[in-house]
């Protein structure tokens, strides 16, 4: 998934819900590209399609902790990302509790630092390089 492909599909839906055809009209794609962009995001938690009639998307509140993860554990997690990429080698990695890793893992990727793909249904998360992508 390409982040700027998410970023783009999450600054429509802040302004209000909308369904796959109104999202790949709005952007000019067709609508299996909005859909598997939607599936995607839908698959990560990141979003959620409604079941009414027009399936409307909306962006899932990413809810705070309560207690916040500091910057130091933060900062473990992003570093532990470029040798174990999954969320369970993370666990094994870290000693620290999935809920942690996955609060963490979902702030960098809605902040375009992380970039994921799944093998299979096993999401694995590597840092972006802004620069191997050609806008």
Request: hydrophobic share 40%.
């Amino acid at each position: 998934m390409s982040s700027i492909h998410s970023l783009i599909i999450f600054e429509l839906l802040f302004e209000k819900p909308m369904n796959v055809t109104q999202i790949a009209r709005h952007l000019g794609w067709s609508f299996a590209e909005a859909e598997n962009e939607v599936l995607k995001l839908a698959e990560l938690g990141l979003i959620q399609r409604g079941s009414d009639r027009d399936s409307h998307c909306q962006i899932l509140s990413l809810h705070s902790r309560s207690h916040r993860t500091d910057r130091i554990t933060e900062q473990a997690i992003l570093l532990g990302i470029r040798r174990h990429r999954t969320i369970p080698a993370l666990q094994l990695y870290q000693k620290l509790p999935r809920d942690i890793i996955e609060d963490t893992l979902r702030r960098e990727l809605v902040r375009g630092n992380l970039v994921c793909s799944c093998i299979g249904m096993l999401p694995v998360f590597l840092p972006n390089q802004p620069d191997s992508h050609s806008v």
